[in-house]
């Protein structure tokens, strides 16, 4: 009979419980979301507003930065030792303020993210823990990992990662229109003599790059389509290995010890082949976007300095710009591309944030089965989450 009850749990679950990844992550940000606008919201806000001030800091230095690697290369290429000098000794505070600035980054990152984790983590707990459900939900949340898991370590990959992706896609976003500013006014035009002909391209390092990480995307796309699924199911191996070792135990003591050690044995044996199956696959597909990471980090400084050779060999761009904009070029592919470097974590992120909502439904099943446990949940962290 608990078989057959759990089972129809099970079935009861998967009809409720939205299979879209767009229903998963609005269950989870219904929840998770009331550590942003519940009670005490305004100190996670105002460590958001910090955050968003140590990314304009950090790119107001790396701005200024660029500005200062132009002065240095054209004074090199003058061979002018008193302005080398003096922007050696320039260089020292701008280094000094950019080190503080990275360091008060990682301050406000990290903290926000604790913070995030002990909300939600606490949430989750209030609901696993009322009227005892834990010891329903050992068993009935899913084939594939045990609750434990999903509170402990998907909690915090849903709000640790959220936050460095959001941090980074600001960054990529603001770098992209500070230094574009610097393509489109240092790289100015093109201009290509021929026989009897002359083409101008316009602002041609902007749309050189534009197309440049535009086919980056594509083929980062391409290459790595199968990788969201694949790391999804590589967490969902990881997962179950541990619930068939967390209930090992629990299995063993209801078993005659004769029978039940080679059942074991060959459940963690079958648990752990799938781990490492999961794994390989994982292998192949970061393999594949490596290719395609490394060979930008390779070919993007080449194509900067190549595309500014023909203006600097002709006198109408110096070598102090033609550096300049080489960074530029360089960190606005790369905030262009953000997407492509961050694919992985995307996947990896999307796989906890899923399984939390899983977990999240399960609670809302009950919850529907159970009034009065819903209404004995009204805890100030549920009721911030709501």
Not at 325 to 351: H, K, P, R
Not at 355 to 360: D, E, G, Q, T, Y
Request: net charge positive.
């Amino acid at each position: 009979m608990a078989v057959i009850a759990t089972e129809t749990y099970r079935l009861r679950r998967r009809v409720r419980e939205p299979d879209t990844q767009l229903g998963l992550a609005a269950r989870y940000w219904r929840s998770a979301s009331g550590f942003w606008r519940g009670p005490g919201a305004w100190k996670a806000q105002g460590l958001a507003g910090l955050v968003v001030c140590s990314v304009i800091l950090q790119l107001s230095i790396q701005y200024r930065l660029n500005y200062w690697g132009r002065d240095f290369f054209d004074a090199f290429g003058r061979r002018d030792g008193a302005t080398l000098q003096s922007q050696a000794l320039l260089f020292l505070p701008l280094a000094g303020a950019s080190l503080l600035a990275t360091v008060f980054a990682v301050w406000a990152r990290m903290t926000t993210q604790r913070r995030w984790r002990a909300w939600l983590t606490g949430h989750l707990i209030d609901r696993w823990l009322l009227h005892e459900r834990f010891r329903n939900l050992t068993f009935t949340v899913g084939e594939d990992q045990n609750p434990e898991y999903r509170i402990a370590e998907d909690a915090r990959a849903a709000t640790d990662a959220p936050i460095a992706l959001a941090v980074g896609l600001l960054n990529a976003v603001l770098s992209a229109i500070i230094f574009i500013g610097i393509l489109w006014n240092v790289g100015g035009d093109l201009i290509v003599e021929g026989r009897g002909f002359t083409l101008t391209i316009p602002k041609y390092l902007v749309i050189a790059v534009a197309l440049y990480s535009a086919l980056l995307t594509l083929a980062a796309m391409v290459i790595g389509r199968r990788l969201v699924s694949v790391i999804a199911s590589k967490n969902a191996a990881e997962a179950q290995f541990r619930s068939v070792g967390s209930h090992l135990q629990e299995r063993s003591a209801a078993l005659p010890t004769a029978i039940g050690r080679p059942e074991q044995h060959h459940a963690l044996a079958e648990a752990l082949g799938i781990v490492i199956a999961s794994w390989r696959r994982v292998c192949f597909q970061l393999m594949r976007m490596t290719m395609v990471s490394q060979g930008n980090i390779l070919l993007a400084p080449v194509l900067a300095w190549g595309l500014c050779a023909p203006k600097y060999l002709l006198g109408s761009m110096s070598l102090g710009e033609v550096a300049q904009v080489t960074a530029a070029f360089i960190t606005v592919q790369a905030a262009l591309n953000w997407f492509v470097e961050n694919y992985a974590g995307l996947a990896d992120c999307m796989s906890s944030v899923n399984r939390v909502a899983s977990l999240l439904f399960a609670f809302d099943q009950l919850d529907s089965d159970d009034p009065v446990s819903a209404g004995a949940l009204a805890t100030p962290s549920d009721m911030a989450g709501k």
